[in-house]
């Protein structure tokens, strides 16, 4: 009785750091919102859309942590979801056949779980892996993509899983 009294805690107190892991961050221009793993921060991206760094520099640097957030115009209207999934599944270039590719066309969103190399200082092959997440909205669809080098990928994944798939798409207002 002792022994299920104590796991019963245990469990409970496992399960709360779970609920206080991420703080909700809302960006107007994009119209998102992102559950921010402690420490995380968020900068603006040069080229649009915005950076979430991570609360180390040694995780940039060593573990080669990348996580973008931004919006672009979604082409080929109804089925531009379908054949990304399908352009995704089959192996181009550097890029390895997707792990995982999930498409929920109820909700406009497509989850892309793949892998690709890329040659870097002194011609080192690194094999990074990537979670994308596509989100349509009308004309438009929100990219939300967390990379890692794979050999890595393990210790980023609840933060990656927070961030990417926990993203929330929000209408821009329209201008007029």
């Not at 995780?59 to 996580?67: H, Q």
């Not at 690709?116 to 002194?122: A, K, L, S």
Request: aromatic share 6%.
């Amino acid at each position: 009785m002792q022994v299920r009294r104590h796991s019963r805690l245990l469990a409970v107190l496992l399960c709360f750091p779970l609920l206080v892991h991420a703080a909700p961050y809302r960006h107007a221009g994009l119209g998102v919102a992102l559950a921010l793993p402690d420490g995380w921060k968020v900068r603006a991206a040069p080229e649009g859309g915005v950076r979430v760094l991570p609360p180390k520099m040694e995780d940039r640097e060593r573990s080669g942590v990348a996580v973008s957030v931004w919006r672009e115009r979604l082409r080929g209207g109804s089925t531009a979801l379908e054949r990304l999934a399908s352009r995704y599944r089959k192996a181009q270039g550097p890029r390895e056949a997707a792990i995982s590719t999930r498409l929920d066309r109820k909700a406009g969103r497509l989850v892309l779980e793949y892998r690709e190399g890329e040659y870097v200082q002194n011609g080192l092959w690194i094999l990074r892996q990537h979670l994308r997440v596509i989100q349509q909205d009308g004309k438009q669809a929100v990219m939300a993509e967390c990379v890692v080098n794979a050999s890595e990928y393990h210790r980023y994944r609840r933060a990656f899983a927070d961030l990417c798939l926990g993203m929330n798409v929000r209408p821009l207002p329209s201008k007029g």
